[in-house]
């Protein structure tokens, strides 16, 4: 049974960076996608991205900007770097196996991100 | 706001059908068939109900079925039961190689 567990510090300083990393356990991390979402306090959900297990990317247009992701097939284990925080940003960080086209099949429980000063 | 609307909240008793709506535009529902609606219990990981409009994954029941017409995708839960009460989101594939979600619905099972 593949499981995805989030991990990262809870609070984040603005303008730094957030990073998180989400761990693949029960399977390999390819040949599959793998994705980042939030979810901002009351409010839906946000796509932010996707990341393959050879690396190729695809990002959220509203976030392009500042997102970066990279997997680490060594460690089954895939990342997101998100710059220049604000407030805006604090969020419930989900990781997932699935892409824009793939529905996301297999989810982590959420790691909660505030970012303040 | 999020890119698909949905009602912010439906009801019903155990027994009865519910469906809940999610509107796009053809930029994204009109234009692929690339639906799909989760579930959400606080807390706990999303869970994927229906994927490509109308298809459902191993396990879960038939009492959750999905459709489309037009720029409008709808999940229907029929024989209501305590447990279906949750947060439910719809996504879709959307042009410029992108996914949108809903803003969800919060499902009471009165």
């Known amino acids: 049974q593949v499981q995805l567990q989030e991990s990262g510090p809870g609070l984040v300083k603005p303008p730094e960076t957030l990073s998180l990393t989400c761990t693949v356990s029960?399977?390999?991390?390819?040949?599959?996608?793998w994705s980042w979402i939030r979810q901002s306090p009351g409010k839906g959900l946000e796509w932010i991205g996707y990341i393959s297990y050879r690396g190729i990317t695809n990002y959220n247009p509203s976030l392009k900007s500042r997102v970066t992701m990279s997997v680490d097939t060594s460690k089954n284990q895939f990342s997101l770097n998100l710059n220049f925080v604000t407030a805006a940003d604090t969020a419930v960080y989900y990781c997932?196996?699935?892409?824009?086209?793939?529905?996301?099949?297999?989810w982590g429980k959420g790691i909660t991100v505030s970012v303040s000063s | 706001q999020s890119a698909l609307t949905q009602p912010a909240s439906v009801s019903g008793s155990p027994g009865q059908s519910i469906t809940i709506s999610c509107t796009g535009s053809n930029s994204d529902i009109g234009a692929y068939n690339y639906v799909s609606w989760y579930q959400h219990h606080p807390g706990k990981a999303p869970k994927v109900m229906i994927y490509d409009v109308s298809d459902r994954p191993s396990g879960i029941s038939d009492r959750f079925s999905g459709s489309k017409s037009g720029n409008t995708a709808s999940l229907t839960i029929s024989g209501l039961q305590a447990e279906d009460e949750a947060h439910y989101y719809c996504s879709s594939y959307a042009s410029g190689s992108t996914l949108v979600f809903g803003g969800g619905t919060k499902l009471t099972v009165l």
């Open positions: 997932a196996r699935g892409a824009d086209d793939i529905p996301m099949d297999v």
């Open positions: 029960g399977d390999s991390i390819g040949p599959y996608y």
